[in-house]
């Protein structure tokens, strides 16, 4: 099994989920702070891979949500020089195991990557989403998302 340096938000919920969900299929967890990591340009970027700006995004944060920060219409250098500055805007968790990196939490993705033991804990077969922030986003969105952009 994996060692997987794990950047989150401390207190995501989803984050969390996907922690408990990479322990239980044997894999060792090292998580760390991706807010107050000190982040380069080119590391962050490694995480990106050949996926479009838009995807490097949270959006979630409260800059995206609101439509504040427009991140398909962003370039790479542009993007990231936000995220340097914001490190909220990076879509979580960024992964690193053996020199490899990757950004989000697709299962079936992480699964082929790692391996999972089973998509998640107590639903067979059936799918759960472990990236879209599961409290209400909107007017009605939760005061603790809103302040920490979860």
Same mark, same amino acid.
């Given at each position: 099994?994996?060692?997987?340096?794990?950047?989150?938000?401390?207190?995501?919920?989803?984050?969390?989920?996907?922690?408990?969900?990479?322990?239980?299929?044997?894999?060792?967890?090292?998580?760390?702070?991706?807010?107050?990591?000190?982040?380069?340009?080119?590391?962050?970027?490694?995480?990106?891979?050949?996926?479009?700006?838009?995807?490097?995004?949270?959006?979630?944060?409260?800059?995206?949500?609101?439509?504040?920060?427009?991140?398909?219409?962003?370039?790479?250098?542009?993007? &990231?020089? %936000?995220?340097? *500055?914001? $490190?909220?805007?990076?879509?979580?968790?960024?992964?690193?195991?053996?020199?490899? #990196?990757? !950004?989000?939490?697709?299962?079936?993705?992480?699964?082929?990557? &790692?391996? %999972?033991?089973? *998509?998640? $804990?107590?639903?067979?077969?059936?799918?759960?989403?472990?990236?879209?922030?599961? #409290?209400? !986003?909107?007017?009605?969105?939760?005061?603790?998302?809103?302040?920490?952009?979860?």
């Amino acid at each position: 099994m994996a060692t997987v340096l794990f950047y989150e938000k401390p207190g995501c919920i989803n984050n969390t989920k996907q922690k408990v969900l990479l322990a239980s299929a044997g894999h060792t967890v090292q998580a760390k702070n991706l807010l107050t990591e000190r982040w380069t340009a080119a590391r962050l970027r490694a995480f990106f891979g050949d996926l479009p700006v838009a995807d490097w995004f949270n959006h979630s944060a409260p800059r995206v949500r609101d439509g504040e920060i427009w991140p398909h219409k962003l370039s790479g250098e542009q993007a &990231i020089a %936000l995220m340097l *500055k914001e $490190p909220l805007l990076i879509r979580r968790p960024l992964m690193e195991v053996d020199g490899q #990196r990757r !950004v989000g939490f697709d299962q079936d993705a992480v699964d082929r990557w &790692i391996g %999972l033991a089973h *998509k998640a $804990p107590g639903r067979d077969q059936q799918r759960v989403d472990l990236e879209t922030c599961p #409290r209400q !986003v909107g007017k009605l969105h939760a005061a603790s998302c809103q302040e920490t952009g979860e």
